[in-house]
């Protein structure tokens, strides 16, 4: 059975950094398209980007383009989240999961196997 943990929030001042982690079992992640998406209190669950399961390229939502950073540990079968610069509206539950393509992360229906997510706030 597909299946993520995400682990790695916490509470951060704002300006701080975290690295989220996304480790799968029941599958090697190394060549699938994987997708991180938050959810904030009150708000709709936004996609934030995708890693390329075909090359690793990387795709990103503006709202965090320069500040977040997609990798993968092949080794680990783990995917990470790094985020830098974070600011009070980042505070939200971080989630991972399978788009159906990398290129359409942000269609939030064609996602699978979500995680049950990590708590992310940032408060000074």
């Known amino acids: 059975q597909v299946q993520f943990v995400e682990s790695g929030g916490g509470s951060v001042q704002p300006g701080g950094s975290l690295r989220l982690a996304c480790t799968a079992s029941?599958?090697?992640?190394?060549?699938?398209?994987i997708g991180w998406i938050r959810q904030a209190p009150g708000k709709e669950r936004e996609g934030l980007g995708c890693i390329s399961g075909v090359d690793d390229s990387t795709y990103y939502a503006d709202s965090v383009k320069g500040r977040f950073t997609i990798s993968r540990d092949n080794a680990k079968n783990t995917l990470y989240l790094q985020m830098n610069s974070l600011k009070p509206e980042d505070t939200a539950v971080y989630y991972c999961?399978?788009?159906?393509?990398?290129?359409?992360?942000?269609?939030?229906?064609?996602?699978?196997?979500w995680g049950q997510g990590t708590q992310v706030t940032v408060s000074s």
């Open positions: 999961a399978i788009p159906r393509y990398c290129s359409t992360y942000g269609i939030l229906e064609e996602y699978d196997a």
């Open positions: 029941g599958f090697t992640l190394d060549h699938w398209a």
